[in-house]
């Protein structure tokens, strides 16, 4: 089978460069929290709407 | 529609497609073609997943979709940021450090051919379909506009995007995708504004709010308890948490039209950063979306309704030999519509007076007199079936192009219009990629030519591109007879993807399954999920079976797992 030509190589240090990218999480773990805690604060704030109008 | 909306339709549609053409010129070797040059920004990853998974379906029917069910909808979004973390912890890596093109390549390496070849031509079979409604939605649009046949329609929109997509490949769809992203989203938002700006002058956005959410529009988070949970019902919280997780996870993690998107990322922190954002922005923007259907739910109480709001079809029936019992049912209609509106505005008087009984019993007035319209809606809907019984008699993905071309401004009818093609054509284009690069990778080079060159695989990929544009073109041509599209999509992809994922998830996680035992468990797998669908609707004593789509995912993927398992200690105690 030939072999798909090679990807850019990724940066040596990855949390490196997330935290230039996205300052906000110094780590993937704080990245992933991040992502959760906010679908967690989405229902929250919709169960909410949705209840101040009936 | 003005001519200035047809200058700015015409002029930004052929903008958008001479920009990803002129983009991607240079365009001469199969890396570039299929995944751009693996040189995207997380962003670019971001906004081409989002205007992927936003088809011009998501534009016409989710609105539409609002307008009758309300805003639970936005509970089948739920699953999305937890998909975008586990993808990004657990496939991304793998998929980097293989350097694949395909999902399915991954599945060669970890069990065998049978295995990939099966997955790749589940996805193809669903995906194939699915890109038929994805052609079908805009066809929609040109005919109404047009009054032009659906079927026609569908033929032009299906040989455009072709085009497009047949000259630029991925970086085509990926350079413009950005631009359609944003065009898109700031039509939507004018759309709103629209909206609260010709409400009637004694109505504010906050008694729209209320009447919404008097009349059951807002109910964005249903919790059904346990003695009252309905495993029929498509939306609520766990249908979209567990169900809507394994159906994110399918799609996002192994459907090869948004695999595809993020394999061009530059890195693998480019790659993840964008998968995770998707997933913070997915939910409030459907949010948004579904808040627009329910405002022009309102809009729609206090303007002038149609009683059936496909146009040609009404405008063929008012001038057939039923108008007059349809001209009947039309004046009940609006009858019925006007009284609405009185108890509208006594329900909010007694809203601002405190009168919460008062408010009460407007209500229930509000109640009865909608139970009435259903009526008389019914008996204008069988009088287009007698009139042609080959009539499409599902109206609802037509509601907010309705709005469009009957209350914008000229100018922005235009725009509107251009938007929803161009979200058509980058969701069609990215499917029609997908489906070649996975024709070509994992059938082509690996059953067919092993010893292809890169210029002949290119070749190739574009011959693919044709051929499933043409089959894309034939499922269009019959997507009218599936009702509200949004959901047909969602159900086509619910009967394959379980499976899909079901093999990935054996994959990674369960080390000692072997390949014979996953290829068996999944056609066992698809044929239980196919079960639960056909049978429910061939005979009352399976309608137990007949359940709500998004758990066919789950079950699918289960049911894998379940299978390989069984099917491996079985293979293990086998004499050899």
């Known amino acids: 089978m030939p072999r798909p030509a090679t990807p850019p ?6 949390e490196e460069e997330l935290r230039q990218l996205f300052p906000l999480a110094r780590t993937w773990r704080q990245m992933y929290l991040f992502v959760l805690g906010e679908l967690a604060l989405t229902i929250l704030l919709l169960y909410l709407f949705s209840q101040a109008f009936i | 529609m003005s001519g200035l909306d047809w200058l700015v339709l015409i002029g930004s549609t ?3 497609m001479l920009y ?14 299929m995944l751009s040059g693996s040189s995207m920004k997380w962003w670019v990853v971001c906004l081409s997943i989002m205007a992927t998974q936003a088809s011009a379906i998501t534009f016409l029917s989710t609105p539409g979709q609002a307008y009758g069910d309300g805003m639970r909808f936005v509970q089948f979004y739920f699953g999305v940021p937890i998909a975008m973390v586990l993808i990004s912890v657990v496939a991304i890596p793998i998929y980097r450090n293989l350097q694949v093109y395909t999902a399915y390549q991954y599945l060669e390496s970890r069990f065998d051919l049978k295995t990939r070849v099966l ?3 589940l996805f193809l079979i669903g995906r194939g379909m699915a890109a038929g409604m994805t052609i079908y939605a805009p066809a929609i649009i040109m005919s109404s506009i047009l009054g032009w046949d659906t079927y026609l329609t569908c033929i032009v929109v299906g040989v455009a995007v072709l085009a497009y997509t047949f000259f630029g490949g991925n970086a085509a769809v990926s350079q413009t995708q950005t631009q359609q992203m944003a065009i898109i989203l700031i039509g939507m938002l004018v759309c709103g504004v629209v909206m609260v700006l ?13 009447i919404a959410g008097r009349m059951n529009k807002l109910n964005a988070i249903t919790t059904p308890s346990w003695e009252k949970f309905d495993i029929k019902d498509q939306y609520n919280l766990w249908s979209g948490l567990i169900g809507g997780t394994f159906l994110a996870l399918s799609y996002f993690g192994t459907d090869q039209s948004q695999v595809q998107r993020y394999l061009g990322g530059k890195s693998t922190t480019q790659i993840r950063l964008g998968l995770l954002f998707n997933g913070i922005l997915k939910v409030p923007m459907q949010f ?13 109480q206090f303007a002038p309704t149609p009683v059936f709001f496909n146009k040609a079809v ?14 009947a049912a039309e004046a009940a209609h609006d009858q019925l519509m006007q009284l609405k509106q009185a108890q509208y505005r006594e329900m909010l008087a007694a809203l601002d007076a405190g009168d919460e009984q008062a408010a009460d019993r407007a209500e229930q007035a509000l109640e009865t007199l909608e139970a009435e319209r259903l009526k008389v809606r019914e008996q204008a809907v069988n009088i287009i079936r007698q009139h042609n019984p080959r009539a499409d008699t599902k109206d609802q993905d037509r509601i907010f192009l309705s709005f469009v071309l009957d209350h914008l401004p000229h100018g922005l009818v235009g725009l509107l219009i251009s938007v929803i093609i161009a979200a058509a054509m980058s969701s069609s284009a990215a499917e029609l990629n997908s489906l070649s690069t996975t024709a070509v990778i994992d059938v082509y080079r690996r059953l067919i030519r092993t010893q292809a060159d ?22 269009a041509l019959i997507a009218g007879q599936f009702g509200n599209l949004i959901q047909a999509v969602n159900l086509v992809g619910s009967l394959f993807y379980g499976t899909i994922l079901g093999i990935f998830v054996v994959a990674f996680f369960i080390r000692h399954v072997q390949g014979t035992a996953v290829f068996a468990g999944a056609l066992l797998a698809e044929a239980v999920v196919v079960l639960c669908y056909v049978l429910p609707l061939y005979g009352d004593s399976f309608k137990w079976l007949d359940i709500g789509f998004l758990w066919y995912n789950l079950i699918g993927c289960l049911a894998v797992c379940l299978f390989s398992l069984l099917i491996q200690v079985f293979l293990r105690r086998r004499p050899a």
């Open chain 1, 9 to 14: 190589a990724d940066t040596p240090n990855p």
């Open chain 2, 14 to 16: 052929l903008f958008i």
């Open chain 2, 20 to 33: 990803g053409i002129w983009k991607t010129r240079h365009t001469r070797d199969l890396q570039g073609y």
């Open chain 2, 119 to 121: 997955t790749a031509t």
């Open chain 2, 198 to 210: 010709k409400l009637p002058p004694d109505i504010s956005f906050a008694d729209a709010m209320s």
């Open chain 2, 288 to 300: 948004l979306i579904l808040l627009i259907g329910v405002l022009m739910f309102v809009f729609y």
């Open chain 2, 314 to 327: 009404y405008e063929s029936v008012s001038e057939g030999p039923y108008q007059e019992p349809f001209a």
């Open chain 2, 454 to 475: 890169d210029k002949e695989l290119l070749l190739a990929s574009r011959g693919m591109t044709l051929m499933w544009g043409g089959i894309a073109i034939g499922f």
